[in-house]
């Protein structure tokens, strides 16, 4: 019975994920993918792909996965309650994310614009 409710959690969190991805238009199969699921997600949120590295390292992959899930949620038009629930409960919240009716509007971290120009003398 275990065995059967892990099977069902497991289905759950890739069929969401495999939406949420073609939802930001990128491969849904790479949601089955370990490591490439996770530089795909970084890509989604427009955070850069060194930060895999950061999910190596112990008690630094929670601040990171926090960090992750704000963005998705962000990325997709949510609040930061959605994207607490994404990291605490994301076999729920990404089939929510990903059949729901969210949309994808883009990186939710922008590229930081270039300082103003000093007014001319």
Same mark, same amino acid.
């Not at 759950?12 to 930001?24: D, P, Q, Y």
């Not at 994808?104 to 003398?121: D, L, M, N, R, T």
């Given at each position: 019975m275990l065995f059967i409710v892990q099977l069902v959690i497991i289905v759950?969190?890739?069929?969401?994920?495999?939406?949420?991805?073609?939802?930001?238009s990128q491969p849904g199969w790479a949601a089955i993918i370990p490591i490439y699921n996770l530089y795909i997600?970084?890509?989604?949120?427009?955070?850069?792909?060194?930060?895999?590295?950061?999910?190596?390292?112990?008690?630094?992959?929670?601040?990171?996965a926090v960090l992750v899930a704000l963005d998705v949620a962000k990325s997709f038009g949510k609040g930061t309650g959605f994207g607490i629930g994404l990291f605490l409960l994301g076999f729920i919240f990404y089939p929510i994310l990903g059949f729901g009716d969210a949309v994808?509007?883009? /990186?939710?971290? $922008? #590229?930081? @614009? /270039?300082?103003? $120009? #000093?007014? @001319?003398?």
């Open positions: 759950l969190i890739v069929a969401g994920f495999w939406k949420v991805f073609t939802k930001a997600l970084l890509k989604i949120v427009g955070r850069p792909a060194w930060w895999l590295i950061l999910f190596l390292v112990p008690i630094v992959n929670l601040v990171i994808y509007g883009g /990186p939710s971290v $922008a #590229p930081k @614009a /270039p300082p103003p $120009a #000093p007014p @001319a003398a």
